[in-house]
């Protein structure tokens, strides 16, 4: 089982849930969920015990963000397919996925996972060069990601397991 798909397990995403996590909105609005867990964490220094509310309605955000949306009417767009290309990113070890699409993802959610420790560096410490910094890398990581996640599913999209993620 792949990482990607524990973590699929974990947020308890279905097929349902991947259709509406697959609006553009979904993926837009996805985006913010760091820059809330950074406002949430930092405002302990104005808040004190009491910034726990907004940490915990950033994990809420964080959860809910890929449900709250409705089906898009058409999955004929850049975001849509970038879902679905992490759907067939995640479930490559059952179906292989061509060999130069192998290596970059991983190495984007490094990027990604390095530009995120900047970013905890800089919330904690109230820094914001690290934090700035770490924000970038982590969204250029990870907008990149997305992007690769398009082109694997162009490839891939002519299967019967895949065929059916687009209309």
Known sequence: MTL???ISALFKMDDENWKKHSNPWSVITRNTVTPLLVIAFWSRIW???YSIIPIVLSFI???TNPRIFSPPKSTDNWASKGVFGERVWLNRDKIPVPEYHRNVPNILSIVSGIGFL???WGTYSFEIWPLLFGG????SGKLWFVDRMVWLYEDMKHLPEYRKFEY
């Open 47 to 49: 808040l004190g015990w």
């Open 118 to 120: 900047f970013v905890i």
């Open 136 to 139: 970038a890398l982590q969204f």
């Open 4 to 6: 990607e798909r524990k």
């Open 61 to 63: 955000w964080m959860y």
